[in-house]
Protein backbone atom coordinates (compact mmCIF):
# COMPACT_ATOMS: atom_id res chain seq x y z
CA UNK A 1 0.00 0.00 0.00
CA UNK A 2 1.30 3.19 -0.36
CA UNK A 3 -1.00 5.07 2.19
CA UNK A 4 1.01 5.98 5.55
CA UNK A 5 -0.69 3.39 8.03
CA UNK A 6 -2.15 6.80 9.87
CA UNK A 7 -4.02 7.44 6.30
CA UNK A 8 -5.33 3.15 6.09
CA UNK A 9 -8.70 3.77 3.94
CA UNK A 10 -11.25 2.63 5.64
CA UNK A 11 -13.84 0.25 4.29
CA UNK A 12 -17.20 -0.64 5.79
CA UNK A 13 -18.56 -3.93 4.90
CA UNK A 14 -22.60 -4.23 5.32
CA UNK A 15 -23.80 -8.20 5.00
CA UNK A 16 -26.08 -9.74 7.58
CA UNK A 17 -24.48 -13.07 7.05
CA UNK A 18 -21.33 -13.57 8.81
CA UNK A 19 -19.42 -15.38 6.91
CA UNK A 20 -19.76 -13.29 3.61
CA UNK A 21 -18.65 -10.13 6.08
CA UNK A 22 -16.00 -12.11 7.22
CA UNK A 23 -14.46 -13.08 3.79
CA UNK A 24 -14.28 -9.65 2.59
CA UNK A 25 -12.72 -8.52 5.33
CA UNK A 26 -10.30 -10.83 5.26
CA UNK A 27 -9.49 -10.01 1.80
CA UNK A 28 -9.51 -6.26 2.38
CA UNK A 29 -7.24 -6.51 5.63
CA UNK A 30 -4.41 -8.21 3.41
CA UNK A 31 -4.51 -5.71 0.88
CA UNK A 32 -4.13 -3.11 3.99
CA UNK A 33 -7.43 -1.82 4.27
CA UNK A 34 -9.25 -0.82 8.22
CA UNK A 35 -12.20 -3.05 7.42
CA UNK A 36 -15.64 -1.85 10.26
CA UNK A 37 -18.26 -4.66 9.94
CA UNK A 38 -21.73 -3.74 9.98
CA UNK A 39 -24.75 -6.66 9.65
CA UNK A 40 -27.75 -4.38 8.77
CA UNK A 41 -28.68 -0.98 6.85
CA UNK A 42 -29.45 0.57 10.63
CA UNK A 43 -26.86 -0.34 11.78
CA UNK A 44 -24.47 0.86 8.51
CA UNK A 45 -26.33 4.19 8.16
CA UNK A 46 -25.31 4.83 12.20
CA UNK A 47 -21.29 3.63 11.48
CA UNK A 48 -20.95 5.61 8.84
CA UNK A 49 -21.35 8.65 10.73
CA UNK A 50 -19.29 7.89 13.19
CA UNK A 51 -15.93 6.44 11.12
CA UNK A 52 -16.81 8.15 7.84
CA UNK A 53 -15.62 5.43 5.64
CA UNK A 54 -13.72 5.53 2.16
CA UNK A 55 -15.65 3.38 0.56
CA UNK A 56 -18.69 0.97 1.25
CA UNK A 57 -18.88 -2.49 0.07
CA UNK A 58 -23.16 -3.22 0.62
CA UNK A 59 -25.14 -6.53 0.10
CA UNK A 60 -28.29 -5.23 -1.75
CA UNK A 61 -30.82 -8.11 -0.35
CA UNK A 62 -31.12 -7.91 3.89
CA UNK A 63 -33.71 -7.58 6.08
CA UNK A 64 -35.33 -4.63 7.30
CA UNK A 65 -33.56 -1.36 4.89
CA UNK A 66 -32.08 -3.01 1.94
CA UNK A 67 -29.19 -2.02 0.54
CA UNK A 68 -30.77 0.37 -2.22
CA UNK A 69 -32.85 2.11 0.25
CA UNK A 70 -28.97 2.65 2.37
CA UNK A 71 -26.87 3.36 -1.12
CA UNK A 72 -30.13 6.18 -1.94
CA UNK A 73 -29.65 7.70 1.59
CA UNK A 74 -26.35 8.39 1.47
CA UNK A 75 -26.27 9.73 -1.95
CA UNK A 76 -28.58 12.58 -1.16
CA UNK A 77 -27.22 13.17 1.94
CA UNK A 78 -24.18 16.05 1.26
CA UNK A 79 -21.76 14.57 3.80
CA UNK A 80 -21.90 11.25 2.15
CA UNK A 81 -22.75 11.66 -1.11
CA UNK A 82 -19.32 11.18 -2.57
CA UNK A 83 -18.06 8.00 -0.82
CA UNK A 84 -18.34 5.49 -3.22
CA UNK A 85 -20.59 2.17 -2.74
CA UNK A 86 -20.25 -0.93 -4.36
CA UNK A 87 -23.18 -3.13 -4.69
CA UNK A 88 -22.46 -6.91 -3.56
CA UNK A 89 -25.14 -9.37 -6.20
CA UNK A 90 -25.39 -12.60 -7.26
CA UNK A 91 -23.93 -13.41 -10.29
CA UNK A 92 -25.94 -12.16 -13.92
CA UNK A 93 -28.71 -10.38 -11.65
CA UNK A 94 -29.15 -8.31 -14.24
CA UNK A 95 -32.18 -6.59 -12.13
CA UNK A 96 -30.53 -6.62 -9.23
CA UNK A 97 -27.59 -4.27 -10.71
CA UNK A 98 -30.41 -1.92 -12.69
CA UNK A 99 -31.97 -1.01 -9.36
CA UNK A 100 -28.29 -0.72 -8.22
CA UNK A 101 -28.01 2.22 -10.83
CA UNK A 102 -30.77 3.90 -9.93
CA UNK A 103 -29.96 4.13 -6.35
CA UNK A 104 -26.73 5.72 -7.00
CA UNK A 105 -24.15 2.64 -6.51
CA UNK A 106 -20.85 2.85 -8.36
CA UNK A 107 -19.94 -0.51 -8.71
CA UNK A 108 -20.48 -4.30 -8.75
CA UNK A 109 -19.19 -6.88 -7.40
CA UNK A 110 -20.63 -10.88 -7.40
CA UNK A 111 -19.54 -13.29 -4.36
CA UNK A 112 -17.71 -15.63 -4.22
CA UNK A 113 -15.28 -12.77 -4.65
CA UNK A 114 -12.31 -12.58 -7.08
CA UNK A 115 -9.93 -11.30 -5.19
CA UNK A 116 -8.16 -9.27 -8.03
CA UNK A 117 -10.91 -8.05 -8.90
CA UNK A 118 -12.08 -6.65 -5.57
CA UNK A 119 -8.80 -5.32 -4.81
CA UNK A 120 -8.84 -3.46 -8.56
CA UNK A 121 -12.32 -1.76 -7.84
CA UNK A 122 -11.65 -0.79 -4.55
CA UNK A 123 -8.65 0.95 -4.73
CA UNK A 124 -10.07 2.59 -7.98
CA UNK A 125 -12.67 4.05 -6.17
CA UNK A 126 -10.86 5.22 -3.54
CA UNK A 127 -8.63 6.73 -5.42
CA UNK A 128 -11.54 8.64 -7.36
CA UNK A 129 -13.34 9.59 -4.34
CA UNK A 130 -9.92 11.51 -2.55
CA UNK A 131 -9.61 13.12 -5.77
CA UNK A 132 -13.14 14.12 -5.90
CA UNK A 133 -12.53 15.32 -2.00
CA UNK A 134 -9.74 17.52 -3.30
CA UNK A 135 -11.90 18.98 -5.63
CA UNK A 136 -14.72 19.62 -2.99
CA UNK A 137 -12.09 21.10 -0.34
CA UNK A 138 -11.09 23.31 -3.24
CA UNK A 139 -14.33 24.83 -4.06
CA UNK A 140 -14.32 25.11 0.17
CA UNK A 141 -11.14 26.96 -0.17
CA UNK A 142 -12.77 29.51 -2.53
CA UNK A 143 -15.90 29.90 -0.27
CA UNK A 144 -13.89 30.91 2.67
CA UNK A 145 -11.53 33.58 0.86
CA UNK A 146 -14.75 35.12 -0.74
CA UNK A 147 -16.00 35.24 2.98
CA UNK A 148 -12.75 36.91 4.28
CA UNK A 149 -12.96 39.21 1.46
CA UNK A 150 -16.85 40.00 2.22
CA UNK A 151 -15.70 40.99 6.06
CA UNK A 152 -12.97 43.39 4.46
CA UNK A 153 -15.47 45.57 2.77
CA UNK A 154 -16.78 48.22 4.39
CA UNK A 155 -19.89 47.74 1.97
CA UNK A 156 -21.81 44.73 2.36
CA UNK A 157 -22.42 42.91 5.42
CA UNK A 158 -24.37 40.27 4.64
CA UNK A 159 -24.85 40.89 0.80
CA UNK A 160 -23.75 37.71 -0.40
CA UNK A 161 -26.68 35.36 1.49
CA UNK A 162 -29.03 37.46 0.33
CA UNK A 163 -27.85 37.16 -2.77
CA UNK A 164 -27.88 33.58 -2.95
CA UNK A 165 -30.86 33.44 -1.76
CA UNK A 166 -32.80 35.63 -3.85
CA UNK A 167 -30.65 33.97 -6.87
CA UNK A 168 -32.37 31.05 -6.41
CA UNK A 169 -35.59 32.52 -5.58
CA UNK A 170 -35.06 34.97 -9.11
CA UNK A 171 -33.63 32.36 -10.65
CA UNK A 172 -36.89 29.86 -9.93
CA UNK A 173 -39.55 32.52 -10.87
CA UNK A 174 -37.13 32.63 -14.19
CA UNK A 175 -37.22 28.64 -14.58
CA UNK A 176 -33.70 28.47 -15.36
CA UNK A 177 -32.46 25.29 -14.85
CA UNK A 178 -31.04 23.71 -11.48
CA UNK A 179 -27.65 23.83 -12.63
CA UNK A 180 -27.80 27.95 -13.79
CA UNK A 181 -29.79 28.22 -10.36
CA UNK A 182 -26.39 26.72 -8.96
CA UNK A 183 -24.15 28.76 -11.03
CA UNK A 184 -26.06 31.85 -9.62
CA UNK A 185 -25.48 31.01 -5.85
CA UNK A 186 -22.28 30.54 -6.26
CA UNK A 187 -22.36 33.43 -7.98
CA UNK A 188 -23.71 35.44 -4.66
CA UNK A 189 -20.63 34.22 -3.06
CA UNK A 190 -17.99 34.42 -5.13
CA UNK A 191 -18.73 37.64 -7.95
CA UNK A 192 -16.47 39.81 -5.37
CA UNK A 193 -14.04 37.55 -4.76
CA UNK A 194 -11.75 39.34 -6.42
CA UNK A 195 -11.67 41.80 -4.03
CA UNK A 196 -8.93 39.40 -2.04
CA UNK A 197 -6.24 41.53 -4.40
CA UNK A 198 -7.64 45.13 -4.23
CA UNK A 199 -5.20 46.89 -1.61
CA UNK A 200 -6.70 48.26 1.52
CA UNK A 201 -6.39 51.73 0.29
CA UNK A 202 -8.60 51.60 -2.42
CA UNK A 203 -11.21 48.61 -0.96
CA UNK A 204 -11.23 50.52 2.28
CA UNK A 205 -11.12 54.20 1.07
CA UNK A 206 -13.81 56.53 2.62
CA UNK A 207 -15.20 59.06 -0.05
CA UNK A 208 -15.10 58.82 -3.51
CA UNK A 209 -12.25 56.91 -5.86
CA UNK A 210 -9.65 58.67 -7.86
CA UNK A 211 -9.76 57.45 -11.92
CA UNK A 212 -6.59 55.61 -11.08
CA UNK A 213 -7.62 54.21 -8.05
CA UNK A 214 -11.09 52.73 -10.33
CA UNK A 215 -8.82 51.08 -12.55
CA UNK A 216 -7.18 49.51 -9.64
CA UNK A 217 -10.62 48.36 -8.36
CA UNK A 218 -12.07 47.39 -11.93
CA UNK A 219 -9.40 44.85 -11.80
CA UNK A 220 -11.06 42.62 -9.25
CA UNK A 221 -13.70 40.55 -12.42
CA UNK A 222 -10.40 39.69 -14.04
CA UNK A 223 -8.30 38.59 -10.32
CA UNK A 224 -12.17 36.74 -9.79
CA UNK A 225 -11.83 35.19 -12.64
CA UNK A 226 -8.30 33.78 -12.39
CA UNK A 227 -9.04 32.72 -9.20
CA UNK A 228 -11.97 30.34 -10.15
CA UNK A 229 -11.03 29.49 -13.78
CA UNK A 230 -8.90 26.43 -12.88
CA UNK A 231 -12.02 24.65 -11.23
CA UNK A 232 -13.84 22.86 -13.43
CA UNK A 233 -17.31 23.09 -11.26
CA UNK A 234 -17.09 26.77 -11.52
CA UNK A 235 -16.87 26.65 -15.21
CA UNK A 236 -20.55 27.94 -15.39
CA UNK A 237 -19.67 30.62 -12.60
CA UNK A 238 -16.54 32.36 -14.61
CA UNK A 239 -18.44 34.04 -16.87
CA UNK A 240 -20.77 35.79 -13.77
CA UNK A 241 -17.44 36.74 -12.26
CA UNK A 242 -15.90 38.37 -14.98
CA UNK A 243 -19.24 40.13 -16.47
CA UNK A 244 -21.46 41.39 -13.67
CA UNK A 245 -20.23 44.99 -14.09
CA UNK A 246 -20.96 44.76 -18.36
CA UNK A 247 -23.78 47.74 -18.97
CA UNK A 248 -26.21 46.75 -21.97
CA UNK A 249 -25.10 49.67 -24.07
CA UNK A 250 -21.88 48.79 -23.61
CA UNK A 251 -20.37 51.10 -21.30
CA UNK A 252 -19.54 48.91 -18.60
CA UNK A 253 -16.54 46.98 -17.61
CA UNK A 254 -14.24 44.71 -18.19
CA UNK A 255 -14.85 44.13 -21.52
CA UNK A 256 -17.61 46.41 -22.63
CA UNK A 257 -20.04 43.76 -24.05
CA UNK A 258 -23.52 45.12 -25.18
CA UNK A 259 -27.11 43.71 -25.05
CA UNK A 260 -26.81 39.57 -25.27
CA UNK A 261 -23.62 39.47 -25.63
CA UNK A 262 -23.17 39.72 -22.18
CA UNK A 263 -23.99 36.20 -20.48
CA UNK A 264 -27.63 35.59 -19.50
CA UNK A 265 -26.10 34.57 -15.95
CA UNK A 266 -23.96 37.67 -15.45
CA UNK A 267 -27.29 39.87 -16.62
CA UNK A 268 -29.08 38.28 -14.74
CA UNK A 269 -26.91 38.25 -11.23
CA UNK A 270 -26.18 41.81 -11.78
CA UNK A 271 -29.75 42.35 -11.40
CA UNK A 272 -29.77 40.78 -8.22
CA UNK A 273 -26.57 42.84 -6.93
CA UNK A 274 -28.08 45.93 -7.59
CA UNK A 275 -31.48 45.67 -6.30
CA UNK A 276 -29.66 44.35 -3.62
CA UNK A 277 -27.23 47.16 -3.11
CA UNK A 278 -30.44 50.13 -3.38
CA UNK A 279 -32.21 48.06 -0.87
CA UNK A 280 -29.34 47.95 1.91
CA UNK A 281 -28.03 50.45 4.21
CA UNK A 282 -23.80 51.38 2.85
CA UNK A 283 -21.91 53.38 4.81
CA UNK A 284 -23.05 56.38 2.26
CA UNK A 285 -26.68 55.91 2.07
CA UNK A 286 -29.59 54.73 3.73
CA UNK A 287 -31.89 51.72 2.15
CA UNK A 288 -34.26 52.84 -0.70
CA UNK A 289 -37.72 51.22 -0.37
CA UNK A 290 -38.24 48.28 -3.18
CA UNK A 291 -40.65 51.11 -4.91
CA UNK A 292 -37.99 53.29 -5.11
CA UNK A 293 -35.06 51.18 -5.64
CA UNK A 294 -37.57 49.54 -9.14
CA UNK A 295 -37.55 53.46 -10.23
CA UNK A 296 -34.02 53.57 -10.33
CA UNK A 297 -33.65 50.58 -12.00
CA UNK A 298 -36.29 52.06 -14.56
CA UNK A 299 -34.33 54.84 -15.12
CA UNK A 300 -31.21 52.71 -15.96
CA UNK A 301 -32.92 51.08 -18.27
CA UNK A 302 -33.64 54.40 -20.03
CA UNK A 303 -30.37 55.26 -19.85
CA UNK A 304 -29.43 52.40 -21.62
CA UNK A 305 -27.35 50.62 -18.60
CA UNK A 306 -29.71 47.30 -17.90
CA UNK A 307 -31.80 44.64 -20.46
CA UNK A 308 -35.36 46.24 -20.28
CA UNK A 309 -36.73 42.81 -20.95
CA UNK A 310 -34.96 41.50 -17.69
CA UNK A 311 -35.77 44.19 -15.58
CA UNK A 312 -39.60 44.09 -16.62
CA UNK A 313 -38.98 40.24 -15.20
CA UNK A 314 -37.35 41.45 -12.49
CA UNK A 315 -40.09 43.59 -11.05
CA UNK A 316 -43.26 41.44 -12.01
CA UNK A 317 -40.94 39.20 -9.63
CA UNK A 318 -40.38 41.49 -6.69
CA UNK A 319 -43.95 43.15 -6.79
CA UNK A 320 -45.87 39.78 -7.31
CA UNK A 321 -44.67 38.83 -3.69
CA UNK A 322 -43.26 35.58 -4.31
CA UNK A 323 -40.12 36.42 -3.00
CA UNK A 324 -41.43 37.04 0.59
CA UNK A 325 -42.88 33.63 1.12
CA UNK A 326 -40.28 32.42 -0.99
CA UNK A 327 -37.02 33.60 0.17
CA UNK A 328 -37.92 32.31 3.73
CA UNK A 329 -38.16 29.32 2.68
CA UNK A 330 -35.16 29.21 0.38
CA UNK A 331 -33.25 30.58 3.50
CA UNK A 332 -34.22 27.23 5.06
CA UNK A 333 -33.19 25.78 1.99
CA UNK A 334 -29.59 26.91 1.37
CA UNK A 335 -27.55 23.83 2.59
CA UNK A 336 -28.58 22.85 -1.56
CA UNK A 337 -26.19 25.51 -2.62
CA UNK A 338 -23.83 22.69 -2.67
CA UNK A 339 -25.61 20.05 -4.58
CA UNK A 340 -25.53 20.02 -8.02
C1 LIG B 1 -18.12 46.27 -6.46
O1 LIG B 1 -18.01 45.41 -7.28
O2 LIG B 1 -18.78 46.05 -5.43
C2 LIG B 1 -17.47 47.63 -6.61
C3 LIG B 1 -17.03 47.98 -7.96
C4 LIG B 1 -18.05 48.67 -8.80
O3 LIG B 1 -19.08 49.15 -8.26
O4 LIG B 1 -17.87 48.77 -10.02
FE1 LIG C 1 -18.29 43.57 -8.14
Redesign the pocket.
Known sequence: MSYLDSDRPKILVVDDHPSSRMTAAALLSVEGYDVIEADSGVAALRCITQVNPDLILLDVMMPGMDGYEVCRYLKQDEQTRLTPVIFITALNDRRARLRGIEAGGDDFLTKPFDQLELSARVKSLIRQKRLNEDLDHAEQVLFSIARTVESRDP?TGDHCERLVVRSKTFGEFLNLSRLEIRNLMWGGYLH?IGKVGIPDAVLLKQGKLTPDEWDV??Q?VVIGEQICQPLRTMRGVVPIIRHH?ERWDGSGYPDGLMGNDIPYLAQIFQVIDIYDALTSDRPYKCAFSAEESLEIMAEEVKRGWRNPELIEQFTQFIQSNVEETASVEAMQDKEHVFVD
Open positions: NDMRHH
